[in-house]
T-cell receptor, first 114, second 115 residues
Framework: DAKTTQPPSMDCAEGRAANLPCNHS???????VYWYRQIHSQGPQYIIH???NNETNEMASLIITEDRKSSTLILPHATLRDTAVYYC???????????????FGQGTTLQVKP | GAGVSQTPSNKVTEKGKYVELRCDPI?????LYWYRQSLGQGPEFLIY????????DSGLPNDRFFAVRPEGSVSTLKIQRTERGDSAVYLC?????????????FGPGTRLTVL
């Protein structure tokens, strides 16, 4: 699976948008971009995923560049409860020898401040 | 509904002992994953089950680690002759399986401490 690069830490003011970048310049055509987050002392939690189109759900928006070499996770109105480690993961399609396992990097520690 | 549960939540053992960690996945989820997370690091893949069979055990660090899922539901991760370096949080996740975009649901983890 392709490697990702994320900044180690970011701060965001409560109520403002948090924009978390991720570089995945070696991503291949069958790989999806996933975002998970891990709040302290909990297991990781799925946020969103996409292939090439921008995606939005109740938690966040995912913007993927046209060349798919980078993406940005947007939390539109960050709250203190969004303080967590955010992981950007690229993963091949499950099947045809791919197991769907997640390869986590170090992630970005997002600190939302009042 | 009930999420993924793991027991025990904490386990303290002595070097050289045998431990078993249990995972109860979400009902109906055919795919089950074990990960290990050391302090300050992201989770590291250990093993993947599709149904009863271990479809990918490439992440198991050595032959002291073994996992089973005999009826395709509950899974047990077994560690023999524990070492201090095995201390970590062991995470279990399950998913519906069979599709690339099925999200994985994680349990709270078991914190293993080897003295």
């Amino acid at each position: 699976d392709a490697k990702t690069t994320q900044p180690p830490s970011m701060d965001c003011a409560e109520g403002r948008a948090a924009n978390l970048p991720c570089n995945h310049s070696t991503i291949s055509g069958n790989e999806y971009v996933y975002w998970y987050r891990q709040i302290h002392s909990q297991g990781p939690q799925y946020i969103i995923h996409g292939l090439k189109n921008n995606e939005t759900n109740e938690m966040a928006s995912l913007i993927i560049t046209e060349d798919r070499k980078s993406s940005t996770l947007i939390l539109p109105h960050a709250t203190l409860r969004d303080t967590a480690v955010y992981y950007c993961i690229v993963r091949a399609r499950h099947g045809s020898g791919n197991t769907g396992k997640l390869i986590f990097g170090q992630g970005t520690t997002l600190q939302v401040k009042p | 509904g009930a999420g993924v549960s793991q027991t025990p939540s904490n386990k303290v053992t002595e070097k050289g002992k045998y431990v078993e960690l249990r995972c109860d996945p979400i009902s109906g989820h055919t795919a089950l994953y074990w990960y290990r997370q050391s302090l300050g690091q992201g989770p590291e893949f250990l093993i993947y089950f599709q149904g009863t069979g271990a479809a990918d055990d490439s992440g198991l660090p050595n032959d002291r680690f073994f996992a089973v899922r005999p009826e395709g539901s509950v899974s047990t991760l077994k560690i023999q002759r524990t070492e201090r370096g095995d201390s970590a949080v062991y995470l279990c996740a399950s998913s519906r399986g069979g599709s690339s975009y099925n999200e994985q649901f994680f349990g709270p983890g078991t914190r293993l401490t080897v003295l």
